[in-house]
């Protein structure tokens, strides 16, 4: 079984500095996809970024780079320049490549201040 | 414009009386799947579907029922909805397992 672990509940940052959160994961299938998704108060999931299990390089989209540690189990969201609008709840998933489930962490409530 | 459509977006029933919640995405997705998020559990997979007619159970698929008739369209069925429903639903739509999923933007259902 997959799963998930997310320690930070909460994160404060302030507004231009970097953050990052934290994920760890627990996976047998030696082919896998990790994902994170941001859900502000409005309740949409907000898809951020990928990172394949086989991938060489970690993953970047803008503002967001994945920090990508395959043997230590981990996949950690790295924000640049943090603005106002990424407060929000930020969720790790983790899905294999023979299965069907995405399997969620608890997610990390990222407040940014001004 | 790529999306994931639920309907309703609010809904406050009584206990037994049956509902559907609709799920329609226009990516011609072949995998779909509904998930269930409530405070300090998180979200949890309720039933998934492969691809039209084929569909399985989740974590927690109690009390629920889908279907999958055609590609696009994939229905959450609460045939007698009970207050341990109450929950915010997301429908979520994919090309392949490891590529990014698109969710709906959820349906808030409250069973009294």
């Known amino acids: 079984a997959q799963k998930i672990t997310q320690t930070q509940p909460g994160m404060f940052v302030q507004e231009k500095e970097a953050v990052t959160l934290d994920c760890t994961y627990d996976t047998s299938d030696p082919s896998y996809g990790l994902f994170w998704y941001k859900q502000p108060s409005s309740g949409e999931m907000i898809f951020l970024i990928y990172?394949?299990?086989?991938?060489?390089q970690n993953a970047t989209e803008g503002r967001y780079s994945l920090n990508f540690q395959k043997a230590r189990k981990s996949a950690n969201l790295v924000i640049s320049a943090s603005q106002l609008g990424d407060s929000a709840m930020y969720f790790c998933l983790i899905r294999d490549n023979y299965g069907q489930n995405f399997v969620f962490g608890p997610g990390t409530r990222l407040s940014v201040l001004p | 414009e790529a999306q994931v459509t639920q309907n309703p977006r609010y809904l406050i029933t009584v206990t037994g009386k049956k509902l559907t919640v609709t799920c329609s995405q226009n990516m011609n997705h072949e995998y779909m799947s509904w998930y269930r998020q409530d405070p300090g559990l998180g979200l949890r997979q309720i039933y998934y579907s492969m691809n039209v007619e084929v569909t399985d159970k989740g974590d927690v698929p109690e009390g629920y029922k889908v279907s999958r008739k055609e590609k696009r369209n994939f229905p959450l069925i609460l045939e007698s909805p009970s207050p341990n429903q109450t929950s915010l639903y997301f429908c979520a739509s994919s090309w392949t397992v490891n590529t990014e999923a698109f969710f709906g933007q959820g349906t808030r259902l409250t069973v009294v």
């Open positions: 990172q394949g299990s086989y991938d060489q």
